[in-house]
């Protein structure tokens, strides 16, 4: 595998703002209910266009529909054991990009079922916490992935980012797409050349779905980009837009205002000259 430039990566970062906002792109969610808003108002504040579907037909429809499709495991319903594999398969046989978000991995059955059974029409994009991240190259068999871990607490992660460097790597060289790690600093990668991001705001943890609609925007880009720049330029512009919202809101329920109206005012150029910090993986 040959590494893709720097400066490379950062045009592309800068044309997917710019052609998410040109185009308006159909980012269809099979997603939780918990935040299932958060993350369409997040897709919209981009540029791109939000469809949230349940049912098994919906999502072949749609994965027809739509440049690229989120699902996300966040609550599931018995429904979702034929939704969810419909869905990546719908995908894989037409060449649609769909971007995986293993949330609460570890709570129950299903969710383990699911992530076992999707593994044959590996997502594009794996977006998760550290410890979902782990999570997942265990359960995919990824045994150079194996780190001591302390296992998803629910939805949240227990697990420091670098914990979750070596799962990364393992996961985006099995699927050939790209994993992106959220954290206090994040880390992307494509399994040849991993990328941290500062930025964003501790504030980010008190909104729930700051996750979540970093998964639905990250498909979003993946509409317009390959998966390693869509991953990055989701993540930018979350790191953009969360500490600008923080420098000026007054608690959580202000920040989440702000944070979408911050990432509706991204432009181009300045993800394109974020402050990140390249190396080999
Ligand atoms: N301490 C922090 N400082 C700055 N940014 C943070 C911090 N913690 C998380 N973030 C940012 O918050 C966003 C969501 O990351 P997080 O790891 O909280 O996801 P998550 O656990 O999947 O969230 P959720 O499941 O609630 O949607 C990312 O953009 C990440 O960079
Ligand atoms: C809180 C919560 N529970 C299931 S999904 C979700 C949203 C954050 O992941
Ligand atoms: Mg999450």
């Known amino acids: 595998m040959t590494q893709i430039a720097e400066a490379e990566l950062r045009t ?9 906002r040109e185009t308006n792109p159909l980012a269809p969610s099979i997603t939780n209910t918990v935040t299932q808003n ?9 540029g791109g266009s939000a469809a949230m579907v349940y049912l098994p037909d919906e999502a072949e429809c749609v994965a027809g529909l739509g440049g690229a499709v989120y699902i996300n495991l966040g609550t599931l319903l018995p429904v979702y054991a034929e939704t969810v594999p419909a869905c990546a398969r719908a995908c894989a046989e037409g060449d649609t990009p769909w971007v995986l978000d293993p949330v609460g991995v570890g709570i129950g059955s299903l969710r383990t079922r699911l992530i076992q059974e999707v593994r044959q029409w590996p997502p594009a994009i794996v977006r998760g916490n550290a410890s979902e991240i782990i999570a997942v190259a265990e359960l995919w068999g990824l045994n150079a992935a194996r780190v001591d871990t302390q296992g998803p607490r629910g939805v949240d992660a227990a697990d420091s980012v670098e914990a979750a460097r070596t799962a990364a790597v393992a996961i985006a060289r099995f699927t050939g797409g790209a994993v992106a790690v959220s954290g206090p600093a994040d880390l992307v990668t494509d399994g040849t050349v991993i990328v941290r991001a500062e930025g964003g705001s501790p504030l980010m943890c008190s909104v729930t779905g700051s996750g979540c609609s970093l998964g639905g925007v990250a498909t979003v880009y993946a509409c317009v980009a390959d998966p390693f720049t869509a991953a990055l330029t989701a993540t930018t512009a979350y790191n953009l837009a969360g ?22 005012h991204i432009i181009p150029e300045e993800a394109a000259d974020a402050p990140l910090t390249f190396e080999a993986a």
Do not use: H, I, K
């Open 12 to 20: 592309r970062m800068a044309r997917a703002v710019r052609e998410v």
């Open 38 to 46: 958060f993350v369409a108002n997040a897709q919209l504040a981009t």
């Open 243 to 264: 500490a600008r919202a923080a420098a000026r809101c007054e608690g959580p329920g202000s920040f989440a205002v702000a944070f979408l109206d911050e990432l509706s």
